[in-house]
């Protein structure tokens, strides 16, 4: 489980922001939306990363650069040592055979028009999966796998519901036999007891295939369950990461922290002892300087305005990135 | 892990069974089944006017200019004693296929245009974009005249000069169809799959967004026709002795005053079909408008 | 704390049906509760378990969609029985309602601190300046930053989080006795979550104000309300103390849901799942509607519907087997 078969490098990515007429009279600069600032993360063979992070904290747009989605301004991805953003490996297929997505929305994933046969008999014939005369068996094939009745392929994706699209969705990704599955906010618009279903079905075919998963979600149960490690993610920077279940109950990074406590707990008596978070997430157009975190955590300095404070590796194994990572550990003994 | 159950729907939608429940919803629009028939009909009498007119459109009968409608002659006779009512009949070849032919080839380049600029964007695009600001400032009617202009007259020459400015209003309308399209996530999936863009765009997206552009299609065929006659009356479309709507028109319009069903006549036609083709283009757009 | 008797709200035996083409959908079946001034009730259900539906139909909101049948008691009158401009007055003065997504509620083209005065000046008999120092005390009062500076900005200069505050502001400038909410966290992040549910209590604590909250988060329930009650397929199978239900729950599908969250179970799992899926509401089973998928069911579930049977201490669930395990839920109650 050690080897990485994805390595994220200081990834970066800023959008030009439109500029007004008016803008432009006034000479105002052009404006950035930094929705990556430096990512580094290794995806491990057979491993399942949790992202977390507030919405617009960049880890969709993560998820897209390692599908290829979105293309970084800055940084590399390696797949399996090769660059994929590399002139020569930017229009090669075949890596996206071995690195599929799966979408959170279950109504605009699946093209409307197409029967959930055809969706998978496409996937199977574009990448010569298997002998054309193969494919309807293979089509059956993967319709159990993901457990769906056999008639489901004569069907359009109309005629299901939201968790049986996202089942489609898993079978149309293992039909070209990833390696890596990417699945962005995969079952945040299902049900409660549907989500526990494709849970259920990732854990199992992580098993059976031998699969290495990065699961973006904002649910923090949900991640803790599923993940072998978890990253934090705050403005576009990984703030801190590590083992899931040591980050899940004991996070060091102030951020970590008051996301974790913010979610609320299933256990009535737990009520009221929350770590309240000032203010909210600034505007990736406006990153505050230093650590980003700065303008709203309690353990602020004059040197976390000033200067970006970088991973540091933690006695638990994971890292964080903070200044006052030691204080902040001794402040809790 | 609990085997998930069949779908609860009553009627699971395959493509077929949509088709059908599509057939019965168009069955309960009256708007457009009158129209469907309209142009149901008018495509018959387009097919075999032989079939239809009681006499030979061009037959010219000095002995009998200019009566009016009687029981041989519904619509009168002619200034060369032809028979309206065969002449209108025969009509329905031309304008129906003027109806067709002015405006497929502006569909297909439209769509196929369209649908590359708006999926690529970029440079291609800016230029599209200006081109279409120019082309849509100026009268459409005076642009296909400026084309027939130096092409010379003629029904051929009217396919290419309506063509050359039709397919502009196809490939805007695409376009921004494409665009809408392309920010799906199955857009994006496709991208993820490996699929070559040309899949994307024709395969995928395609489908999802040509509705608009088939029901514009209806109503610019009722445009091409009453265009088409302009020209033919104009002298710059179909050719006398040729029967044309438009022609038709220009021929009756001396004798207004005494021969007036000359001109009425195939002014109704053209109505008629305009109309048939207009309930079409309605009828589908409320047929196809995507529901929640 | 003097409660006014005629300030509790009685929903008893509310069904809402819409017409489907030639059939009737059934959306909610024979509903009651009660809500106390400064009581917190959560309304929970996946959906179309009819949650939104109620709580649309207590101020008669889906009156024009389809047929609502039932009492809806409220200062000693019945607001199901008023016509639409008597409930008009009822609306936005004593009953407030907010919603999931605060950019539709609110107008886009008027100032917020207009929208705020607008309501006043409909509802109260405030004076011009007192319906200004109002407008700033309830944006100052929601944890709107600078307020009196931010009264003449439009609803888009606000971020996702603040415009629900200003939407609360809105909703509770009135001084309301009742506030309806629907789901109204569920766009926002944990963190934006957690400040905006504390608000909704404070202020439910201060003004003695009674709260519906509809939500699909066992956790939203279990961090805000006093009591709640689990609606499934059109009905409250489960009601009572948020204490009781969430510690041990009664019926049947309330622990299938329980046992489905991610929550004290082993990292990496597999995650109880209630079997099948929620009957289509046109094809209701003749008995208990949850029969189909119940681990306990007995013939006698398939015949007849069982009712809300109270089971003492406020507490009631609808279900012939579950009598058999009252003495579970008293010890931990």
């Known amino acids: 489980m050690s080897d990485p078969v994805l390595e994220i490098r200081d990834l970066r990515l800023s959008f030009p922001v439109a500029r007004s007429l008016v803008d432009l009279i006034r000479r105002a600069p052009v404006r950035q939306v930094n929705a990556l600032n430096g990512v580094t993360l ?31 301004t800055g940084g590399s991805i390696h797949f399996h040592g090769q660059d994929i953003f590399a002139p020569d490996q930017r229009h090669d297929r075949r890596f996206n055979r071995r690195v599929q997505m799966m979408f959170q929305d279950p109504y605009s994933s699946l093209n409307p028009r197409m029967t959930t046969g055809e969706i998978l008999a496409e996937a199977l014939r574009v990448h010569r999966i298997c002998p054309a005369g193969d494919i309807p068996a293979r089509v059956a094939e993967l319709l159990d796998l ?16 939201g968790g049986q699209r996202q089942r489609i969705a898993i079978a149309r990704a293992l039909a070209v036999e990833p390696e890596i599955l990417i699945a962005d906010e995969l079952v945040s618009a299902l049900d409660v007891s ?43 920077r990984i703030v801190e990461i590590g083992d899931s279940e040591t980050l899940f109950k004991d996070p060091v990074h102030p951020y970590s922290r008051a996301l974790l406590s913010a979610a609320p707990s299933l256990d009535p008596a737990e009520r009221g002892n929350r770590t309240h978070l000032e203010g909210e997430l600034p505007s990736p157009l406006d990153v505050p300087g230093g650590c980003a975190f700065h303008v709203r955590c309690p353990h602020r300095s004059p040197r976390c305005s000033a200067e970006v404070p970088a991973l540091r590796p933690l006695a638990t194994g994971g890292a964080a990135a903070c200044h006052h990572i030691e204080e902040i550990a001794n402040e809790r003994l | 892990m609990t085997p998930a159950s069949p779908v609860s729907a009553p009627v699971p939608p395959t493509r077929s069974s949509r088709s059908r429940e599509l057939l019965r919803a168009a069955l309960t629009k009256p708007g457009l089944m009158v129209g469907v028939g309209i142009i149901a009909l008018s495509t018959l009498l387009a097919l075999f006017p032989g079939f239809f007119a009681p006499h030979d459109p061009n037959a010219i009968n000095v002995a009998a200019m200019r009566q009016p409608p009687s029981l041989p002659h519904p619509f009168g006779t002619d200034m060369l004693g032809r028979d309206a009512f065969s002449r209108v009949i025969w ?139 302009s020209l033919g009356y104009l002298g710059l479309g179909a050719q006398p002795p040729q029967a044309e709507w438009g022609v038709l028109i220009a021929e009756g319009r001396n004798f207004v005053t005494t021969a007036w069903w000359l001109s ?29 | 704390m003097t409660h006014d008797a005629t300030l509790r709200l009685e929903v ?95 107008n886009p083209l008027l100032p917020v601190g207009l929208q705020i005065t607008e309501s006043l000046k409909a509802h109260t008999s405030l004076s011009r300046s007192e319906r ?111 204490r009781d239900v969430l510690r041990a729950p009664l019926h049947p599908y309330t622990i299938g849901l329980m046992r489905s969250v991610p929550q004290d179970v082993a990292p990496r799992s597999r995650l109880y799942t209630i079997p099948g899926t929620p009957p289509g509401l046109l094809h209701l089973p003749p008995g208990c509607a949850f029969e189909p998928r119940c681990p306990v069911s007995d013939v006698s579930c398939a015949v007849s519907r069982p009712d809300l049977a109270s089971f003492g201490d406020g507490r009631r669930a609808a279900c012939f087997r579950c009598e058999i395990r009252p003495a579970e839920g008293a010890t931990a109650a």
Not at chain 2, 142 to 148: D, E, F, P, S
Not at chain 3, 45 to 59: A, C, D, F, H, Q
Not at chain 3, 192 to 209: G, K, N, T, V
């Open chain 1, 146 to 161: 993901v457990r769906l009745p056999k008639d489901a392929a004569q069907k359009l994706p109309h005629a299901f519901s």
């Open chain 2, 264 to 292: 009425l006549m195939p002014g109704i036609a053209i109505v008629l079909t305009g109309f048939g083709f207009s309930l079409i283009g309605d009828g589908l757009a409320d047929l196809l408008r995507p529901r929640g």
């Open chain 1, 194 to 236: 549907v989500q526990a279903q494709i849970v259920n079905l990732l854990l199992d075919l992580q098993a059976r295939l031998d699969l290495t998963i990065l699961f973006v979600a904002h649910d923090l149960r949900l991640v803790r369950h599923i993940s072998h490690r978890v990253a934090v993610i705050y403005l576009g």
């Open chain 2, 91 to 229: 009509a329905y070849s031309v304008n129906m296929q003027m109806a067709v032919l002015a405006t497929v080839f502006a569909l297909v380049i439209g769509v196929v245009v369209g649908a590359l600029v708006g999926y690529y964007r970029g440079l291609a695009d800016i230029i599209f974009g200006r081109f279409v600001d120019a082309i849509i400032t100026l009268p459409f009617l005076v642009l296909v005249i400026a084309v027939v202009a130096v092409l010379g007259p003629g029904l051929v020459n009217m396919y290419i000069a309506i063509t050359l400015v039709g397919w502009v209003y196809y490939a805007r309308l695409m376009r921004a169809e494409i665009i809408s399209q392309k920010t799906s996530d199955y857009a994006a999936a496709g991208i993820v799959m490996g699929y070559s863009d040309l899949r994307i765009i024709f395969r995928h997206l395609l489908p999802n967004a040509i509705t608009p552009v088939i029901v514009y299609w209806m109503t610019d065929m009722a445009l091409a026709i009453l265009l088409g006659s």
């Open chain 1, 42 to 72: 290794a995806l491990r063979r057979g491993e399942t990363l949790g992202v977390v992070g507030e919405s617009g904290c960049g880890k969709s747009t993560l998820a897209r650069c390692i599908v290829r989605l979105n293309a970084p």
């Open chain 3, 12 to 106: 008893s035996n509310l069904s809402v049906t819409f017409p489907v083409g030639a059939a009737t959908l059934p959306a909610v079946r024979d509903v009651s509760f009660t809500v106390a001034p400064g009581e917190v009730l959560g309304l929970v259900g996946e959906s179309g378990s009819g949650k939104s539906v109620t709580l649309r139909s207590i101020l008669g909101l889906t009156r024009r969609y389809g047929q609502i049948e039932g009492a809806v008691r409220w200062k000693g009158q019945d607001l199901l029985a008023l016509n639409e401009p008597a409930l008009r007055r009822v609306r936005g003065r004593e009953i407030a309602m907010i919603f999931q997504e605060p950019m539709t509620a609110l």
């Open chain 3, 132 to 242: 200004k120092a109002r407008a700033i005390e309830m944006l100052d009062m929601v944890g709107i930053p600078a307020a009196a500076s931010r009264l003449d900005n439009y609803p888009h200069q606000f971020s996702g989080g603040m415009r629900q505050r200003v939407m609360i502001a809105i909703a509770l400038a009135v001084r309301p006795r009742l506030l309806l909410a629907d789901e109204p966290t569920t766009a926002l992040d944990v963190t934006i979550q957690a400040q905006i549910l504390d608000l909704i209590l404070a202020l439910a604590r201060d003004f003695d104000m009674g709260v519906i909250l509809v939500t699909h988060d066992l956790g939203v329930v279990a961090q805000t309300c006093d009591r709640v009650a689990v609606m499934y397929a059109g009905r409250v199978v489960e009601e009572g103390s948020v």
